[in-house]
């Protein structure tokens, strides 16, 4: 139900063709809401028929040229609706924890060397973040709206300062041990 708000957000912020907004996604929305190329283009023809956004008219109609859509009020009626209504935190979901349950009734065989490899991962992400706070939200850029989008990055920053911290904390920790027997 998201994608096509995330969608909107996207095209109020500013109108784009779908390649346009499938960049743009790509570098800001989908580090929290992930989809593919073609979700974007299915969703686009989705919120067109709706009556939630169009196509702008082309300067040049010609065969395979690119649209670039608009928000029309439907559409920005949509998405205020949409945040405005309630919505409950969904529950944690991750197999890294769940595997580490497992581990301790099959052995550690393998997870520490794959736990690394998150710990890796979740610092690489930290970085970027950093590097994207760095660029983008500089000293003195204090906007009502600028505010905001900066809550949303350090949501992210947090989350991955949190991972990469659990993950250096669980390697100390991991011991390394076959599985007992069954319990009598």
């Given amino acids: 139900m998201s994608l096509p708000h995330a969608i909107l957000t996207a095209l109020l912020e500013k109108p784009s063709s779908g390649l346009e907004l499938t960049r743009r996604f790509d570098k800001s929305i989908a580090y929290f809401w992930p989809s593919t ?5 299915r969703e686009l023809g989705k919120l067109e028929a709706e009556g939630f956004i169009r196509a702008l008219p082309s300067a040049q109609p010609a065969r395979g040229q690119k649209k670039s859509y608009e928000v029309l009020p439907a559409g ?12 409950d935190p969904k529950p944690l979901r991750d197999a890294t924890l769940l595997r580490m349950r497992a581990a301790a009734v099959v052995g550690t065989a393998g997870l520490a060397a ?13 970085a ?15 906007t009502p709206q600028d505010r ?34 069954p319990e009598s």
């Fill in 76 to 87: 920005r009626e949509e998405l205020a609706r949409w945040t405005a209504a309630p919505q």
């Fill in 148 to 181: 905001l989008r900066h809550l949303v990055l350090r949501a992210g920053i947090d989350l991955e300062t949190f991972w990469a911290q659990w993950l250096a904390e669980a390697l100390k920790n991991i011991p390394d041990f076959e599985p007992e027997g």
């Fill in 37 to 41: 190329h073609q979700q974007i283009y």
């Fill in 114 to 126: 794959d736990m690394r490899r998150h710990l890796e991962l979740h610092q690489g992400q930290l």
């Fill in 128 to 142: 970027v973040y950093r590097e994207i706070e760095k660029r983008d939200f500089p000293p003195g850029r204090d």
